[in-house]
Nanobody, 119 residues
Framework: QVQLVESGGGLVQPGGSLRLSCTAS????????MGWHRQAPENQRELVAR???????NYAESVKGRFTISLDSANNTVYLQMNSLKAEDTAVYYC?????????????WGQGTQVTVSS
C-alpha cells in the first residue's frame, strides 16, 4: 500500500502565499509523477500542477506564473508554492501520485487539504 500525506493548507488573505507539501510512503518501487488537483464547492476536480520524475512540469492556465511545483525525489515529496493567491483559488487541494509499488502501478490520492483565500 501507498499513502500520501499532505500538509500546509490554511487561511490566507488575497495576495498572500502558501506552500503545500505531500509525502508518499509505503512499498514504493518508483514514482512516475506527483501533482496536485483541487476541487471547489460545486465545481469539478481539476488539475493544478504536475511534475514527472524527469522534472517535466505542467500547470493549469489559471495558476501559471503564480504557482510552482517541485519534487524532492530523495524523500518522495512534492511541494506546491502558491503566490499571489486569489479568492478563486479557494478549494480542497488533493495530492496525487502515479506509483509503481508491490501491487503494480496505479494512481493514488491524498485525503485533501483546505486552502481558503479570504480577507
Amino acid at each position: 500500500q501507498v499513502q500520501l500525506v499532505e500538509s500546509g493548507g490554511g487561511l490566507v488573505q488575497p495576495g498572500g502565499s502558501l506552500r503545500l507539501s505531500c509525502t508518499a510512503s509505503g512499498r514504493i518501487f518508483s514514482i512516475y509523477t506527483m501533482g496536485w488537483h483541487r476541487q471547489a464547492p460545486e465545481n469539478q476536480r481539476e488539475l493544478v500542477a504536475r511534475v514527472t520524475s524527469a522534472g517535466g512540469t505542467n500547470y493549469a492556465e489559471s495558476v501559471k506564473g503564480r504557482f510552482t511545483i517541485s519534487l524532492d525525489s530523495a524523500n518522495n515529496t512534492v511541494y506546491l508554492q502558491m503566490n499571489s493567491l486569489k479568492a478563486e483559488d479557494t478549494a480542497v487541494y488533493y495530492c496525487t501520485s502515479y506509483v509503481r509499488s508491490t501491487i503494480g502501478a496505479r494512481n493514488y490520492w491524498g485525503q485533501g487539504t483546505q486552502v481558503t483565500v479570504s480577507s
